[in-house]
């Protein structure tokens, strides 16, 4: 997630750490400017893990990605250079929107 729109959602300061998650894909969402994050064996994205967000937080930030609705919390394993974090990322459901197969560049995203 965005840093700033990650700042306009939770209360606290969080930092973020470069991170990989492997068997993942991102692609743009019809109509939309964010991504949608969904399961592909063989690829990965690099982007942010938000170390140690506190439990308030994490449900703003569920309830501003539509957790249940428009994604599903996944848990998952990101490698932050040699090691390995066990992390939740926000699933895309194709109920609301649908999932294009192109490639989403954060460089393309303005908050």
Known sequence: MDEKVMSNI????????????KDYTRKKV????YPGVK???GEQITGVLWMGV???DLKRLDHYEGEGYRYAKTEVTVEIGEETKEA???VFLET????LNEDWNP???NV
């Open 10 to 21: 939770v209360t606290k300061k969080y930092n973020p750490v470069k991170a990989v998650l």
């Open 30 to 33: 019809e109509n939309f400017r």
């Open 39 to 41: 399961k592909e064996v």
């Open 54 to 56: 506190d439990e308030m």
């Open 88 to 90: 939740a990322v926000y």
């Open 96 to 99: 609301a929107s649908k999932m």
């Open 107 to 109: 460089e393309e995203y």
